[in-house]
């Protein structure tokens, strides 16, 4: 018996939040076939700045739910950064060389428009986020989640769901109720932020690092008129002017966080880009000020049963990291097709709930412990840090693989599961990459019918498979590569599991040029299981029917089946 069986009356899944996280998640399970309630206690969509970046990872995430090339198409591309000391340059560096995703290069485009586009998509499949709702209890039995929600001053909504998603940002109500602690990485800091325009010699397109006397300071353009500059604050503020705007957590007096830090002054700002900017820039003007403090923390769990941590409430990194939003994203892509095979019963469900937190929270704690991308922003601050920062600054600069490796560090598209039972295949798979665990790749694909060049990349997202979110479940994409009768064992093989697993022929016609089989390092009959989260699943040879086998009992296979 499934232990994870809904009852009849529940909502499958409960999101709680409706910040990039929570929506997300909502738009992958509605996607996967769940019935999904979103739920907010804001009465409105937050409009501040916040997270400005989507990196490539992340990109790769959104597009599997159709979003990637609006954010694309009203962004703007990232196409250097670049990272310097006083009036050195010591690096300076094209984004997206050798990537072999389909979304090189990082977009900026302000927080609340990236909500808004992802709140339209799930809008479009049905589900509108229900504002002005806070879940302030939750009671778990063996077959459903029972949620308290207060709406305004009505009498308390008591509603059911089969799994209960807390994407309610660093102070969490879900994790509280759950008694889930943090480990914490570092003491709270306070970070200043100003969007508005700069004088001076600054590219459009490229993100700067910068250090001097002062610390450390990052500036990255919004549009083609405003950047955002990011700063530690490095003594007790100024009191705040009367009017000035409120901190991104002047509500926090409600969710128990520390009262809010009064915002920067621009003299304060302009204070912090004299002394560690580029040279030469001034603030010409001001569109927001706001100062935010909080320290790292990575829960201690990720799950409670049919409860789940995605996002801020599961781990709260460093803004100036620019990595918070995007690993919200990346960890609701992780969980979305799990809990639809386990909503069904469909593999090793323990396995399988297991599995979330096993891939995505040491994500999470190497992205704290990233000491590249750490050294390099400079953002611990002091002159030990600055010292270990140029050489460590040096040594990239005569490096090209390891400059690669410290972009794709930022990007988030190099992340991968090695931990969990999901991942312990990997130990049985031989040869080749991307291994078991690792981001799919895309490659070009020939349409087998007329020819017209393309990419695989749609293909491992099942774009054209779940446009109505009535799927039948999340799909798996496996790759053969070769003739037919090369793969034919490993196809049949696939036979069980009718559209959960949808075949992708590379061959003479969709691979011509052997580009995709070069990519995935693999020989002629060999093949790719890709994950519906674009994940290597697993990969053998001709003759490897068992790697399948084994990872559908982990994953895929019915009960019935066993
Ligand atoms: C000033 C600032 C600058 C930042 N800059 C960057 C950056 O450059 N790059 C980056 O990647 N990240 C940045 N971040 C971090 C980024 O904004 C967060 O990581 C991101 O918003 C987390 O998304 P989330 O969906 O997990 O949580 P949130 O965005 O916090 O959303 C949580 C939602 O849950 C709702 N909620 C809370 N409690 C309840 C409850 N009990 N019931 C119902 N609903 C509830 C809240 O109303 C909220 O809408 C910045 C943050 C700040 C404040």
Redesign the pocket.
């Known amino acids: 018996m499934n232990p994870y069986d809904i009852a009849g009356e529940a909502t499958d899944v409960l999101v709680?939040?409706?910040?990039?996280?929570?929506?997300?998640l909502a738009i992958n399970c509605r996607r996967f076939g769940l019935s999904v309630r979103v739920?907010?206690?804001?009465p409105e969509?937050?409009r501040?700045?916040?997270?400005?970046?989507?990196?490539s990872g992340s990109l790769e995430a959104l597009s599997a739910v159709g979003v990637a090339e609006d954010i694309r198409a009203e962004g703007l591309t990232i196409g250097r950064v670049t990272v310097g000391d006083g009036a050195r340059v010591l690096l300076d560096e094209e984004t997206g060389v050798d990537h072999a995703g389909p979304f090189p290069q990082p977009v900026i485009l302000p927080?609340w428009r990236t909500?808004q586009i992802l709140a339209d998509r799930l809008a479009a499949l049905g589900v509108r986020v229900e504002r002005g709702?806070?879940?302030?209890a939750i009671d778990q039995e063996r077959d459903r989640v029972f949620a308290t929600?207060?709406h305004g001053e009505d009498t308390p909504e008591r509603a059911v769901a089969g799994f209960v998603v807390?994407?309610?940002?660093?102070?969490?109500?879900?994790r509280h109720l759950l008694e889930i602690e943090a480990e914490d990485f570092s003491d709270p800091e306070t970070?200043v932020?100003c969007d508005g325009r700069i004088e001076g010699p600054l590219q459009p397109g490229t993100l700067y690092l910068w250090s001097g006397e002062g610390g450390s300071i990052a500036l990255?353009p919004i549009d083609g008129e405003t950047w955002?500059m990011?700063a530690r604050r490095q003594a007790a503020p100024p009191p705040a002017p009367s009017g000035s705007h409120p901190?991104?957590?002047a509500d926090g007096a409600a969710?128990g966080e520390p009262p809010p830090e009064p915002p920067p002054t621009r003299e304060e700002m302009q204070h912090y880009l004299t002394l560690s900017g580029p040279p030469g820039l001034s603030i010409a003007s001001v569109s927001w000020l706001?100062?935010?403090r909080?320290g790292e923390f990575v829960a201690e769990r990720y799950r409670d049963g049919r409860c789940y941590l995605?996002?801020?409430?599961?781990h709260?990194?460093s803004?100036?990291?620019?990595?918070?939003?995007?690993?919200?994203i990346m960890?609701a892509a992780n969980l979305a097709w799990k809990l639809a095979q386990i909503a069904r019963g469909r593999g090793d469900v323990q396995a399988l709930a297991d599995s979330y937190e096993a891939e995505r929270r040491p994500i999470a704690k190497a992205v704290i412990e990233s000491s590249l991308v750490r050294l390099l922003a400079g953002f611990a601050g002091g002159i030990v840090a600055r010292t270990t920062r140029d050489v460590a600054v040096k040594a990239l600069s005569r490096l090209a693989p390891l400059r690669r490796r410290m972009l794709a560090d930022l990007a988030d598209s190099a992340a991968s599961y090695r931990e969990g039972a999901l991942a312990g295949l990997r130990r049985m798979v031989t040869a080749g990459t991307p291994t078991v665990g690792e981001r799919a790749l895309d490659a070009p694909y020939h349409d087998p019918e007329t020819g017209k060049a393309g990419s695989l990349w749609p293909l491992l997202c099942g774009l054209d498979a779940r446009e109505t979110g009535k799927s039948d479940g999340p799909v798996h994409t496996l790759l053969l590569f070769g003739d037919a009768t090369a793969t034919r064992a490993i196809a049949l093989s696939v036979e069980e599991f009718g559209p959960a697993v949808r075949i992708v022929q590379l061959d003479a016609v969709t691979d011509p040029d052997g580009e995709a089989a070069r990519r995935y390092t693999v020989d002629p009959g060999g093949w790719v299981l890709v994950r519906p989260d674009q994940v290597v699943g697993t990969r053998g040879g001709p003759l490897d029917v068992g790697l399948i086998d084994s990872y559908a009992e982990l994953a895929l296979r019915l009960p019935e089946a066993r």
Request: proline fraction near 6%; charged fraction near 15%.
């Open positions: 709680v939040g409706a910040g990039p996280a929570g929506l997300s739920i907010d206690r804001h969509p937050d501040t700045s916040r997270a400005l970046a989507v990196w927080q909500e709702v806070a879940l302030v929600l207060h807390g994407c309610d940002g660093g102070a969490s109500a879900v970070h932020f990255s955002r990011t901190g991104p957590d969710t706001a100062a935010y909080a995605v996002g801020d409430a599961a709260v990194l803004p100036t990291g620019g990595q918070g939003l995007n690993m919200g960890d």
